[in-house]
Structures are given as structure tokens and as C-alpha cells.
């Protein structure tokens, strides 16, 4: 069974083989506001979490998006690679934290 908060939720990040400095996943300057505003094309967006370095406080260039539903997720993760201020992004489901570590 599916975790209730990673149900409807996104994870957004760098293209396979791309990393930040290459100009890859979320931008230093995107804010939650233009992630919002790009990902409710697919649908409702109930929150935004980027994700940032414990120590530096800066950020790691992914992050979340919640959605009130599944559709705008599925149709997210069926585009290869979306276009975030002019920066190439990739959308996957998102795993429950067990999943995730059990993984570790």
C-alpha cells in the first residue's frame, strides 16, 4: 500500500546523467511560485518543497510537488523532460520514506 503523503506527489530533478553545476534539475533561483505555476498546468498543486544542503542552507536543485490528485501525476512523469527556467528537469513518482529506506 501506497504511503498517504508520497500518493499524489511528484519528485523533480536532474535529467539521468546531468548534474546541477551542468545546468541541470531546479535552479538556484526558481522559486516555488514559477513551480506552482508550470506544474498546474497538469492540475491542482497543493505544495512545493524544494530541498536544500543541511549545512550551506542553499539549494539541492529538486525537490516536490503535491498535487489533490493522481492524474496531474501520471501525466507529469509521462513527459521525458520538462523545461523549468530554461533548465531541463525530470519528473518521477515519489516513493514512500520506507521505500526509500530500505534502499539505503
Known amino acids: 500500500m501506497e504511503d498517504e503523503k508520497s500518493q499524489f506527489k511528484i519528485f523533480v530533478g536532474c535529467p539521468r546523467g546531468r548534474h546541477v ?11 516555488d511560485q514559477a513551480l506552482e505555476l508550470y506544474f498546474s498546468k497538469f492540475g491542482e498543486v ?23 490528485s493522481m492524474e496531474p501525476v501520471d501525466e507529469c512523469v509521462k513527459i521525458e523532460e520538462h523545461n523549468i527556467g ?9 516513493k514512500p520514506k520506507q521505500v526509500m529506506k530500505a534502499h539505503e
Open 46 to 68: 497543493v505544495e512545493v518543497i524544494q530541498l536544500h544542503w543541511q549545512k550551506s542552507g542553499n539549494k539541492k536543485g529538486c525537490g516536490y510537488i503535491k498535487f489533490t
Open 21 to 31: 553545476e551542468d545546468g541541470g534539475g531546479l535552479g538556484p533561483n526558481t522559486t
Open 86 to 94: 530554461g533548465r531541463p528537469v525530470t519528473a518521477s513518482k515519489a
